[in-house]
């Protein structure tokens, strides 16, 4: 058997289904370009059919990307499928990717469909999908839950009218390892062509177990993974990307498989895709956490002295996680700044780079070293850029444990200068009011986070907030997520709210 597994990304399409998040087009195809250089072989960009934006979206990836396959999902239904194949025109290698949902539980309460009408349905759409596609993948959806007999009817159909790959998935991450790895064995013996076409596995990760019911699927013959980067996704969210790619490596002599990725650029993608999609890692994630390589007994320190492997499976070098050195400084040039910025996974335009660069001068002369998880957060940054219609010149603070917090912001409109002040509950409240009574839009804070991007006492503070405005023409609230990063915590509030508000008005 071909020891080769595709990795199928779907973090622009299941796991922009993550609640709260919003990508833009911009930022859509800054993660599609990083993906591209992490050397996925498959980017599921979109789904044509759902929204003008997804449609853009697919229709954009695909006219960039040429060595990955690009892929849009979409119903057994002819209006779905020829968006698909319109959005997917420009690509050097289009994929169409049909579903539909094949348990009785789906058929019965949301299609209202008879097994017999559900493989008409699906011969029809695949049959359409390839009339206009020569690639075309064909998923039933929520298969763990299904009769595998009528599974295997369902794909051995889509295999006879031209689907090269199908897709068994765990929609609902409610299968255990012993009973994904049976149903894909049985599923290989059964399904009529099944030779004459790629096995794939989906898995999502509502008890925990979207990686292990993968990598299980891909010990007994699975040889495409569809997963996204962080594991973000609906509800728990997918199977993440780094832990399959690394668990494929790490444990090859196991899984007797192997995959394409560019490991060296797990890091900067990861991080990428937190910064854009607002979630952050959690420290103890495994592979891209901020503890994953770190000791804290003095048994563990001393036993990585001596040999590392003692207590490390993997090398963080071959993930690209920055050496906490200091690679550049505050009399660092722009040309030490570009290779640093391209070495760590970023290509800027002329444009982005003079943009990037004065961020780095700003922040190299408050913060003596500048490291390369600096210049990641920095970098990933500023895809959040939008048009600077308001801009913050200075803010100034007068708070205490017994005193009412004040702010005055001071904003630059325009050609305008305005200053407002305002009290609050804390500080940043009171700045976040100053801020409102400035722009005059009714914004509401929705979420608001904080993390030290490195250690120290000159740690770099990275601030992501969400927001809605309501525009107040009777249209639903705009939501938009915003970042701010500095030394100074309450500046990066400010640069986050305001850069929030930025986004609300240009999108
Ligand atoms: O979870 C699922 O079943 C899906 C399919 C549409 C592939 O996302
Ligand atoms: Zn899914």
Same mark, same amino acid.
């Given at each position: 058997m071909d020891d080769r597994v595709l990795i199928f990304?779907?973090?622009?399409?299941?796991?922009?289904?993550?609640?709260?998040?919003?990508?833009?087009?911009?930022?859509?195809?800054?993660?599609?370009?990083?993906? &591209?250089?992490?050397?996925?072989?498959?980017?599921?960009?979109?789904?044509?059919?759902?929204?003008?934006?997804?449609? &853009?979206?697919?229709?954009?990836?695909?006219?960039?990307?040429?060595?990955?396959?690009?892929?849009?999902?979409?119903?057994?239904?002819?209006?779905?499928? &020829?968006?698909?194949?319109?959005?997917?025109?420009?690509?050097?290698?289009?994929?169409?990717?049909?579903?539909?949902?094949?348990?009785?539980?789906?058929?019965?309460? *949301?299609?209202?469909?008879?097994?017999?009408?559900?493989?008409?349905?699906?011969?029809?759409?695949?049959?359409?999908?390839?009339?206009?596609?020569?690639?075309?993948?064909?998923?039933?959806?929520?298969?763990?839950?299904?009769?595998?007999?009528?599974?295997?009817?369902?794909?051995?159909?889509? !295999?006879?009218?031209?689907?090269?790959?199908?897709? !068994?998935?765990?929609?609902?991450?409610?299968?255990?390892?012993?009973?994904?790895?049976?149903?894909?064995? &049985?599923?290989?013996?059964?399904?009529?062509?099944v030779d004459r076409a790629r096995v794939s596995v989906h898995c999502h990760n509502d008890l925990g177990l979207a990686v292990a019911n993968s990598l299980v699927a891909v010990r007994h013959g699975a040889r495409q993974v569809e997963c996204t980067m962080n594991g973000v996704g609906e509800r728990a969210g997918n199977a993440a990307l780094e832990e399959i790619v690394m668990g494929l490596r790490t444990r090859a002599d196991y899984y007797g498989a192997s995959c394409n990725i560019?490991?060296?650029?797990?890091?900067?993608?990861?991080?990428?895709?937190?910064t854009l999609t607002g979630l952050e890692i959690p420290p103890n994630k495994p592979v891209v956490g901020a503890n994953a390589f770190l000791h804290q007994s003095g048994i563990h320190q001393h036993g990585v002295a001596c040999d590392r492997s003692t207590y490390e499976v993997m090398r963080s070098e071959d993930i690209g996680v920055p050496a906490g050195n200091a690679p550049l400084g505050k009399l660092s040039g722009s040309h030490a700044f570009e290779e640093t910025a391209s070495r760590l996974g970023f290509t800027l335009s002329r444009n982005d780079l003079g943009a990037a660069f004065k961020r780095f001068k700003e922040l190299a002369d408050r913060k003596k070293d500048v490291t390369e998880r600096d210049l990641v957060a920095l970098l990933s940054g500023q895809w959040v850029d939008a048009p600077e219609l308001y801009h913050l010149e200075s803010y100034q603070l007068f708070a205490g444990?017994?005193?009412?917090?004040?702010?005055?912001?001071?904003?630059?409109?325009?050609?305008?200068?305005?200053?407002?002040?305002?009290?609050?509950?804390?500080?940043?409240?009171?700045?976040?009011?100053?801020?409102?009574?400035?722009?005059?839009?009714?914004? *509401?804070?929705?979420?608001?986070?904080?993390?030290?991007?490195?250690?120290?006492?000159?740690?770099?503070?990275?601030?992501?907030?969400?927001?809605?405005?309501?525009?107040?023409?009777?249209?639903?609230?705009?939501?938009?997520?915003?970042?701010?990063?500095?030394?100074?915590?309450?500046e990066a509030s400010i640069l986050a709210y305001v850069n929030a508000v930025n986004r609300a008005a240009a999108d």
């Open positions: 990304d779907t973090t622009l399409r299941d796991g922009e289904q993550t609640p709260g998040v919003n990508l833009n087009l911009t930022e859509k195809l800054e993660i599609a370009r990083h993906l &591209e250089r992490l050397r996925v072989d498959v980017i599921e960009a979109g789904f044509a059919g759902a929204s003008r934006g997804d449609f &853009e979206a697919v229709e954009a990836v695909s006219r960039e990307t040429r060595s990955s396959v690009v892929c849009s999902l979409a119903r057994c239904a002819p209006v779905d499928i &020829e968006r698909a194949a319109q959005a997917l025109s420009g690509a050097a290698r289009p994929r169409i990717h049909v579903f539909l949902a094949s348990s009785a539980l789906h058929l019965e309460k *949301k299609l209202r469909m008879t097994p017999d009408q559900a493989l008409e349905r699906a011969a029809s759409g695949v049959r359409l999908a390839k009339s206009l596609c020569d690639d075309v993948q064909f998923s039933a959806e929520d298969a763990s839950r299904s009769d595998p007999a009528f599974l295997a009817q369902l794909f051995g159909e889509a !295999i006879a009218q031209g689907a090269s790959t199908i897709n !068994i998935t765990d929609t609902v991450g409610y299968a255990t390892a012993n009973e994904f790895s049976r149903l894909v064995q &049985e599923l290989l013996k059964n399904i009529r062509g560019d490991t060296k650029r797990l890091y900067v993608t990861s991080r990428l895709v937190s444990n017994t005193l009412t917090p004040t702010a005055t912001v001071k904003i630059k409109y325009g050609d305008d200068v305005i200053t407002e002040a305002a009290v609050g509950d804390g500080p940043i409240d009171a700045a976040y009011r100053a801020v409102d009574r400035i722009t005059k839009r009714d914004t *509401k804070l929705e979420t608001y986070g904080i993390r030290a991007v490195t250690e120290g006492q000159d740690a770099l503070g990275e601030v992501t907030v969400r927001i809605t405005v309501d525009t107040g023409d009777g249209k639903p609230p705009r939501r938009a997520l915003g970042k701010g990063a500095s030394t100074d915590i309450i």
